[in-house]
């Protein structure tokens, strides 16, 4: 239970990740603000400005999106220092923007709260505590440096010093109240649902064990009377033989066994057995378990290795986690429903990296949906033709999604691609959808990795 609560606090980091086109949009949203609030201040209420200075802080904004839509992949999602430098990056513009046009005599400098309440809610204590500390010393330096706010006739609009420290003293107490609050809520939801993860987990092992439990008490029942047959036979053998030593010792070895036998029963029974091989598997072996369920539909499936795969390196035994097997088994799934006839996987692996390439002769993956696969829910609606296709697996479209969190988790970079955009080996068909999944080798290697496998015999099973 103790691991089981670990686990998912473990992954809390990975599962805050933001779409960076969720970022994008926001920032839309608050370049058309700011230019409004300077076109009607320019225009209707006739403030002179420094327009020049506003447009190119406005503008920096402009070019970072753009850059970020034609960089970027649609699916990427920021990490905890990427999600950081833009929020932080969107606090400095807009207190670049209020220093000049008033400073805190500007109402607009309530939007400082917007940056630091994303980031309790989003980020990590210590990013959210730069963030705030940051958002206060803009605060403190905007009270004293700014430049004013001028009418037509050259009149400033400013307001009385008491109320200007009032709204430093606001600003302060409510980045602390408002970070604060958001932090302490979020923090709970989320412990709620790790509850919730842990004790489903906990719930699914114990089905586990209950249910070896149960297979292993009804194998130690129907082989019990063979057993019993097997031990009294050899005793009495073991009485008959006293004469030929050679023929008593193997009455006598057949005796041990059967009672070998009984107690791997009784121990299988009382608790799980952690077996240390079942932990590690070579690489191509981890393949064939993953594509297994898959090689009796129709479609062709050859596993081998690259043509340069571990050039004077022996071929890498791996963890064999859950996500890694069930991660590669959805995107072989994948493969297999959409080919034509025949799916490659292919291994490769040298001292820093581990690569498995799934590839098929199908018609690839849709040009317009190559940057968003791996998101959820792409598609509100299947259409008649993918029904078609793949009968045998109706609601499985979040397959893609699954398998990408799950060996993002383990460590690996996937790849999506269309046979147009790679080249295909000589005598092979057009290919059609390419996914590569790439690991550090640090991340899977059972022997020499950040997470090795104990060697050596299994310990025995302690009650």
């Given at each position: 239970m103790t691991q089981a609560a670990i686990t998912p606090l473990g992954d809390r980091t990975r599962a805050n990740w933001i779409r960076l086109r969720t970022m994008i949009v926001l920032r839309w949203v608050a370049i058309a603000g700011q230019l409004t609030a300077i076109t009607v201040a320019d225009r209707l209420f006739g403030l002179q400005l420094e327009l020049g200075l506003c447009y190119l802080a406005i503008g920096v904004s402009v070019v970072g999106n753009l850059i970020a839509i034609f960089v970027f992949p649609e699916n990427k999602r920021l990490s905890e220092l990427e999600n950081l430098s833009m929020v932080l990056f969107d606090l400095l513009q807009l207190a670049f923007l209020l220093f000049l046009t008033g400073g805190l005599h500007n109402p607009f400098c309530l939007l400082l709260l917007g940056p630091v309440t994303i980031s309790a809610t989003t980020l990590s204590l210590r990013s959210t505590?730069?963030?705030?500390?940051?958002?206060?010393?803009?605060?403190?330096?905007?009270?004293?440096?700014?430049?004013?706010?001028?009418?037509?006739?050259?009149?400033?609009?400013?307001?009385?010093?008491?109320?200007?420290?009032?709204?430093?003293?606001?600003?302060?107490?409510?980045?602390?109240?408002?970070?604060?609050?958001?932090?302490?809520?979020t923090t709970e939801i989320h412990s709620m649902s790790d509850a919730l993860v842990a004790t489903q987990m906990a719930l699914a092992?114990?089905?586990?064990?209950?249910?070896?439990?149960?297979?292993v008490a009804a194998a130690a029942h129907e082989l019990g009377t063979p057993l019993a047959t097997i031990k009294l036979v050899s005793a009495e053998l073991l009485d008959e033989l006293k004469d030929y030593p050679e023929l008593a010792e193997d009455a006598a070895l057949i005796r041990d066994q059967a009672d070998r036998c009984r107690d791997i029963l009784r121990d299988m029974g009382r608790a799980g057995k952690d077996d240390l091989h079942l932990r590690q598997a070579p690489l191509i072996?981890?393949?064939?378990?993953?594509?297994?369920?898959?090689?009796?539909?129709?479609?062709?499936?050859?596993?081998?290795?690259?043509?340069?795969?571990?050039?004077?390196?022996?071929?890498?035994?791996?963890?064999?986690?859950?996500?890694?097997?069930?991660?590669?088994?959805?995107?072989?799934?994948?493969?297999?429903?959409?080919?034509?006839?025949?799916?490659?996987?292919?291994?490769?692996?040298?001292?820093?990296?581990?690569?498995?390439?799934?590839?098929?002769?199908?018609?690839?993956?849709?040009?317009?949906?190559?940057?968003?696969?791996?998101?959820?829910?792409?598609?509100?609606?299947?259409?008649?033709?993918?029904?078609?296709?793949?009968?045998?697996?109706?609601?499985?479209?979040?397959?893609?999604?699954?398998?990408?969190?799950?060996?993002?988790?383990?460590?690996?970079?996937l790849k999506f691609a269309n046979g147009s955009s790679r080249a295909s080996r000589a005598g092979e068909p057009k290919l059609g959808a390419v996914v590569e999944v790439v690991w550090p080798r640090r991340k899977l290697d059972a022997v020499w990795g950040e997470k090795p496998v104990p060697q050596g015999v299994n310990l025995p099973i302690t009650v």
């Open positions: 505590v730069i963030l705030c500390s940051t958002a206060i010393v803009l605060v403190s330096l905007l009270s004293q440096y700014h430049l004013p706010l001028k009418t037509q006739n050259d009149g400033i609009l400013m307001i009385p010093g008491i109320f200007v420290f009032g709204h430093w003293i606001a600003l302060v107490i409510s980045i602390l109240f408002s970070t604060s609050y958001s932090r302490r809520v092992r114990e089905q586990k064990l209950t249910d070896l439990g149960g297979v072996t981890v393949i064939e378990e993953a594509a297994e369920p898959h090689k009796d539909r129709g479609k062709l499936i050859e596993i081998s290795l690259a043509e340069n795969a571990g050039t004077m390196i022996e071929q890498p035994s791996i963890l064999r986690k859950p996500e890694i097997i069930h991660g590669l088994r959805n995107l072989i799934q994948n493969a297999v429903d959409f080919a034509d006839s025949t799916v490659w996987i292919e291994a490769n692996w040298s001292n820093t990296l581990i690569s498995i390439r799934i590839y098929d002769d199908g018609k690839g993956f849709p040009p317009h949906l190559l940057g968003r696969i791996g998101d959820p829910l792409m598609r509100r609606r299947r259409s008649q033709r993918v029904s078609t296709e793949r009968p045998e697996y109706e609601g499985m479209g979040l397959g893609l999604f699954i398998a990408k969190t799950l060996l993002e988790r383990s460590g690996a970079e």
